[in-house]
């Protein structure tokens, strides 16, 4: 079992900046890849960004240059640096670990963290 608290969430003008953190507790040693997701007003939930264990990441194409992923295994903490926000980056933000044994992959979600950008 994994444990997932996000914070960093707030209320910032269009142009500013945040920053999100994701603690991870419980059996940590197995956690493969962490990410951010969001979930806008009416939306589906979708990928932001992810990190592999090795440090690999990937974003998505409407945040690419404007968000970076990070992680530190020491403290089994992600971040999500997030500049220049608009408007359209509203939304809750969830953070997702991934847990592979063998075959079967385990997802665990944190509670989320709303992100209100305003223009």
């Known amino acids: 079992q994994v444990h997932l608290v996000e914070s960093g969430g707030g209320l910032v003008q269009a142009g500013g900046s945040l920053r999100l953190s994701c603690a991870a507790s419980?059996?940590?040693?197995?956690?493969?890849?962490m990410g951010w997701y969001r979930q806008g007003p009416g939306k589906q939930r979708e990928l932001v960004a992810v990190?592999?264990?090795?440090?690999?990441?990937n974003y998505a194409d409407s945040v690419k240059g404007r968000f970076t992923i990070s992680r530190d295994n020491a403290k089994n903490t992600v971040y999500l640096q997030m500049n220049t926000l608009q408007p359209e980056d509203t939304a809750v933000y969830y953070c997702n670990a991934k847990i592979r044994i063998i075959a079967t992959i385990f997802e665990y979600w944190g509670q989320g963290t709303q992100v209100t950008v305003s223009s």
């Open positions: 990190i592999t264990s090795g440090g690999i990441t």
């Open positions: 419980g059996n940590t040693l197995k956690i493969s890849d």
